[in-house]
């Protein structure tokens, strides 16, 4: 008989898709491919399973491609009202589960859900409805399907009301909030946000410690799990390609920009380095990053001139007020350490705001330490891709708060993110490390942060929800 059904056996579904386009002047579409864990996953299942990847048309470039019908094989771009977008991306998806999660409220004044929140949660649910609608388009008959993340929390429930016959899993890339704080949403909008991932057979999370919070809501606000199962898989960084792509020669000439920017100390020696690699995201802790930077120069006084602190800091969400005015405290506080520490011819905080791939990992093979201190995290992959690449061996310094700690606390030198005293000696700690030591918890560390590349992670999730019963 035939089916009504689409075609396609495996359906991913993310609010980001793998491609991006840009529209110039003269009206020219340039697509630009991105990286991460989803894409090089899905890579692992080759052209010919079918695999189609359901994603939201995100700026006027993605919108004119999905009007012109210029798309890749394999992705199919949504185009959803511009505004409902808006609501649904920046209004709830970013301010308010995204804080939710990761405990990024000042209480005393948020959160405040009023009228304009319910308004933007209507958008959120047309939102999830429109990814719904077009999965259960396109999934053929007993299709898996794997829906991602915050943005799409609803979506497992309506498409599970849809099509009954799919075998549905969703995957949070985010920490899960303890239940007191969780239950700050309004009743019944936590209720729909735990009964809408509760559509899903199974649920899949980065860390014990973020599907154990999960289950703690699903049995406090909810009655439990019922029938859907819940997992742990860690991603963790693909050796292979960040090995590769950290020896070709843009990155060795990155290299040299910037140990020349970086210098020597007064002896002529090389100056050590701590450095940082993230988006300016107000959860990963950049300002009291450099406040711990600064109390280092306080407190152990022999280190100025000798360490410089190397702060890649890039734009994320900037149509949110709140991380426009965090880039500009992180810019400010940099301006005034090197205002006040500064010497002609040292510049202790050496700050980069523009997204460059290859400077990333060039400072990722110099770095001495890593500094990597989120007040909250999903995983944090920089934690995970530094020893992977580093030349000579690197320090790890890291917040307990990352979800990568559950794997690589042992060897780091872990952290209070909210210590910034604390996190200063364990700067002097990493720096004054003997350098077999540095070497050898490199080492480890480098193997505990490969033992689940981005291709065996979206494996075992597909074998995982193919599976009626297990894990
Ligand atoms: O889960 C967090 C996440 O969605 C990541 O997958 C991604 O790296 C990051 O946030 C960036 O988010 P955005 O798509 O908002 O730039």
């Known amino acids: ?41 899905l890579s692992a299942i080759g052209p010919d399973a079918g695999a189609l990847w359901v994603c939201s048309a995100l700026g006027d470039g993605d919108r ?37 999660h990761h405990l990024l409220y000042q209480t005393p004044l948020e959160p405040v859900f ?31 399907v794997l829906v991602q993340d915050y943005h799409l929390t609803l979506v497992p429930g309506m498409l599970r009301e849809l099509r009954p016959d799919l075998r549905i899993g969703h995957f949070s890339h985010t920490p899960w909030a303890p239940v007191d704080y969780f239950r700050m949403l309004p009743d019944d909008i936590a209720e729909q946000v735990l009964r809408g991932m509760l559509g899903a057979d199974r649920l899949g999370f980065l860390t014990r410690r973020w599907a154990d919070a999960f289950t703690a809501c699903a049995d406090a606000l909810v009655g439990g799990l019922g029938g ?33 920017q970086i210098g020597r100390g007064p002896d002529g020696e090389r100056r050590r380095t701590v450095v940082r690699v993230d988006r300016t995201e107000l959860s990963k802790n950049i300002v009291r990053g450099l406040l711990s930077f600064r109390q280092l120069l306080d407190d152990e006084p022999a280190w100025r001139e000798r360490v410089v602190h190397v702060a890649f800091a890039y734009p994320s969400r900037q149509d949110l007020a709140v991380y426009r005015d965090y880039t500009a405290e992180v810019q400010r506080l940099a301006d005034e350490i090197n205002s006040r520490y500064g010497t002609p011819g040292w510049t202790p905080v050496v700050l980069h705001v523009k997204d460059d791939f290859a400077r990333s990992l060039a400072a990722y093979r110099l770095a001495d330490v890593a500094l990597v201190n989120p007040v909250r995290d999903g995983m944090n992959l920089v934690a995970k891709e530094v020893p992977v690449v580093s030349d000579e061996g690197c320090v790890l310094v890291l917040s307990r708060e990352a979800g990568a700690y559950e794997e690589l606390g042992e060897d780091a030198l872990t952290v209070n993110p909210y210590d910034v005293i604390g996190t200063a000696r364990a700067l002097h700690e990493a720096l004054t490390m003997p350098a077999g030591e540095r070497a050898e918890r490199t080492k ?22 193919e599976a009626p019963t297990a894990g």
Request: hydrophobic share 45%; net charge negative.
């Open 114 to 144: 009023d009228a304009e929140f319910r308004r933007q949660w209507a958008s959120y649910e047309t939102y999830n409805r429109a990814f719904a609608e077009a999965l259960a388009d396109e999934a053929a008959e007993g299709a898996a």
């Open 1 to 41: 008989m035939a089916s009504a059904h689409g075609a396609h056996r495996i359906l991913v579904a993310s609010n980001r898709g793998p491609v991006s386009y840009s529209l110039d002047e003269t009206g020219e579409l340039t697509p630009r491919r991105g990286g991460g864990g989803l894409v090089s996953g």
């Open 444 to 465: 480890r560390l480098a193997a505990a942060a490969t033992a689940l590349p981005p291709a065996q992670w979206f494996l075992d999730q597909l074998h995982a929800l």
């Open 228 to 260: 859907t199962r819940v997992g742990v898989h860690g991603l963790g960084a693909d050796a292979d390609f960040l090995r590769a792509r950290a020896h070709q020669a843009d990155v060795g000439e990155r290299m040299a920009a910037l140990r020349e």
């Open 64 to 100: 004119e491609a999905v009007r012109r019908g210029v798309g890749e094989d394999g992705v199919r771009m949504l185009d959803i009202d511009a505004d409902v977008h808006a609501d649904a991306y920046n209004g709830i998806a970013n301010s308010v589960l995204w804080f939710v």
